[in-house]
């Protein structure tokens, strides 16, 4: 059996749970998230603040199930760590996230069927998630053979192997498993599983001292990610108000571009997005929340990508933000929310445009984006929204 003891912990807290000690850190690292929402001068509403109550509990839901639950490098299954309930870090609507840990010492073989999602990629990163500023990547991937009906396999090893090959690190790490669908309604979700070579079964019981490890490693997830979190967020207020620049994520996927605002919309009042579309392999827009999570995409439309896109009789693209229904295709709803993020992401991109902002009232809308290709009624709205959250539900991204 491997050692699950990681280099970065140190002697910083028993691994015993003869006394509370351990329950009391975990329980101190959970209060200390409050400061997320109350310590910061930006969050100045009721709404904004009860936003926040709902994304510290996204970050308690997401962290312990990556912790607690599927730490297990010898049994890894796949888990489906950002979704529609629980989301943090810039989630993106199109694409559905899934993680499982590894090491260095084994073969692991993901096998099943591919689907016809439009991208795919599995990377492989050194240590854990939980320890993000050592969380070094290691090996990526996004290019892979099927068989004529679709199914595929991949291995991860340290040494390199035939066919579909990930290469992993020594020692305990982890791989995350993206899947960004461009078509919701068509598009359909590989149906992979991922095992290791030689495991037997039944699996070791879990003893008190792996309880007590996966609970440190909780703490440091709750004490490490959401910080790194707050400290991202900060580069979308490097410019004024609805305006937005190119930029990188350092935790995102390397060969997108990412463009940032922060924006403000007050109830009466409508932002106008306009630019010619990037020429990539994918693009998309969307919503998110002062704490880097996304607004409600899985109910109301809250991001649009390439292909969902209707662009003008002059190639433009026009979106509009706002609190109400302007009756346009390209809506992206502010659902009462005042102030927000703002993110692009262009993948693969020749040109990376940037977009201009128009803060308008709401009542002028209708006469600035005055293309008839782009109205749409309030039936027709009604059934787009519920194609699409039928379609969450479909591509197990909820």
């Known amino acids: ?22 329950w009391d850190a975990l329980s101190a690292a959970i209060k200390q998230l409050q400061g997320i929402v109350w310590d910061d001068p930006r969050i100045t509403d009721e709404m904004a603040r009860a936003e926040g109550v709902r994304y510290l509990t996204r970050l308690v839901a997401g962290a312990i199930p990556m912790t607690m ?12 760590f950002l979704s529609s309930r629980i989301q943090y870090g810039l989630p993106a609507a199109d694409a559905l996230y899934q993680w499982a840990p590894i090491h260095g010492d084994y073969v692991y073989r993901i096998k099943g069927r591919r689907g016809t999602a439009h991208m795919m990629d599995i990377e492989t990163r050194q240590g854990h998630f939980a320890h993000i500023g050592g969380w070094a990547l290691f090996d990526r991937c996004s290019e892979f053979e099927c068989d004529a ?6 291995v991860l090893s340290k040494n390199e192997q035939p066919g579909n090959w990930v290469k ?43 309880i007590a490890q996966r609970t440190r490693l909780l703490i440091d997830w709750l004490h490490n990610l959401p910080a790194f979190f707050a400290e991202q967020v900060q580069s979308y207020y490097q410019d004024t108000i609805n305006m937005v620049r190119i930029d990188e994520v350092s935790i995102g996927w390397a060969e997108l571009r990412y463009g940032k605002a922060n924006y403000e919309c007050e109830l009466d009042e409508a932002l106008i997005i306009e ?22 995409w899985n109910l109301r439309q809250t991001s649009i990508n390439g292909f969902q896109a209707v662009l003008g009789q002059d190639g433009v693209f026009r979106a509009v933000i706002s609190h109400e229904d302007p009756g346009v295709m390209n809506w992206l709803d502010a659902a009462n929310h005042r102030t927000g ?24 809308v209708s006469s600035i984006v005055d293309d008839r290709k782009l109205r749409i009624t309030t039936d027709q709205r009604s059934d787009l929204l519920r194609r699409r959250a039928e379609s969450v539900v479909r591509r197990a991204c909820l």
């Open 341 to 364: 993020l703002l993110s692009l992401r262009y993948f693969r991109a020749k040109t990376a445009p940037i977009p201009t902002i128009r803060r308008v009232k709401l009542s002028e």
């Open 168 to 210: 992993i690190p020594d020692g305990l790490g982890d791989l995350i498993f993206r899947q960004y669908f461009y078509d919701w309604i068509n598009e359909e979700p590989a149906q992979l599983q991922i095992t290791r070579d030689d495991a037997h079964y039944p699996a070791p019981a879990i003893t008190p001292e792996l």
């Open 275 to 296: 630019e010619v579309p990037p020429e990539a392999k994918y693009w998309s827009i969307q919503l998110y929340s002062q704490y880097w999570d996304a607004r409600d």
């Open 1 to 22: 059996m491997i050692s699950y003891q990681l280099d970065s912990w140190g002697d910083s807290l028993p691994l015993s749970t003869e006394s509370p000690e351990l």
């Open 149 to 154: 009906d679709g199914n595929i396999e991949i």
């Open 69 to 80: 639950e599927s730490w297990n490098p010898e049994y890894p299954s796949f888990f489906t």
